[in-house]
């Protein structure tokens, strides 16, 4: 898109000052014909750029001259840089402002292609599972973050019923389908936890340590290791009406190892999902009774029949009486 490669061109320019055709076109991956091209165009808009041949010469900006661009405050960059882009993200209206100014330092005659993206681009972050879309601690984790350094947390793992008191050095923050967590240096090595399980957080004056890895990094081996199938994982594929399919996703939350897959058709949904183990998927899905129906696997269908047949014989006298 030109546009954004104008844009792109106005940027090399201010961050680097003096640069030269082929210097531009290697960076913008275009010809040096295209890139004498679009100095022109931003010379048409305005903007005091020129070019200077011979020894030592190239394309650069009146000194001094700036976009509105350099007026970001601290919050705007930060969440531009961080890409915090969410509905319900605690930086969004920074992000927006940025953007808004990102906008204003384009050339006018430039500007449609982004509103268009952004009137036309919706990123709504959550999944169709319901869950809280901003974690109350959210905001103070960023801060927390930002300003590395430790945090004393309340957390309820999943499944517990008692919360546990952990003094770590936050790494970073991951949103990953509508879930956020927390990426930690503890004393036992680096741990993942997710934020809307934070039942209390204290924000501490204590910076955290120098030379704490890389947060890509370290979300890789986590990652790899929470998505490595567990001994025992069962996957499944289910039927539930439309109507009925957040009573299934609710009951089944805890008992999944990912986020399940949804299919909806003439009001009927199929969900794909992995279970932790075979009685998990038992429990949670005898629990549902008629209202959902298990297709695979066959294992897991022969399963619930047995175990079906034996509740029947326990109480079938009683329901006969």
Partial sequence: MRADRLLSLLFLLQAHGRMTAPDLGRRLEVSTRTVLRDVEAL?????????????????????????????????????LFSGAAGVADPQRPAWESAVRKLLAATPAEQRAPFQRAA??????????????????????????????????????????????????????????????????????GDRLFRVERVVGLDVLDDPVPPGLPDLPGVWAGLRERVERPATGAVRTRLRVAAADAGVLLRIADAQLLDDPVLTERDGVVEVVATFRAVPAARAVLLGLGALVHVLEPPELVADLVATARDVLGRYGDQAGA
């Fill in 43 to 79: 010379s048409a808009a305005g903007v005091p750029v020129w070019t200077e041949r011979g020894r030592g010469g190239g394309i650069s900006l009146m000194p001094n001259w700036r976009t509105d661009v350099s007026g970001f405050t601290a919050g705007e960059a930060r969440a």
């Fill in 119 to 188: 009137e036309r681009i919706l990123v709504e972050p959550a999944g169709w599972r319901s869950r809280e879309a901003n974690p109350p601690h959210l905001a103070a984790l960023q801060e927390a973050v930002f300003s590395a350094r430790r945090v004393r947390l309340r957390y309820r793992s999943a499944g517990a019923t008692r919360t546990s008191t952990r003094t770590l050095d936050p790494i970073g923050l991951v949103a990953k389908g509508g879930v956020w967590y927390l990426v930690a240096a503890t004393r036992d």
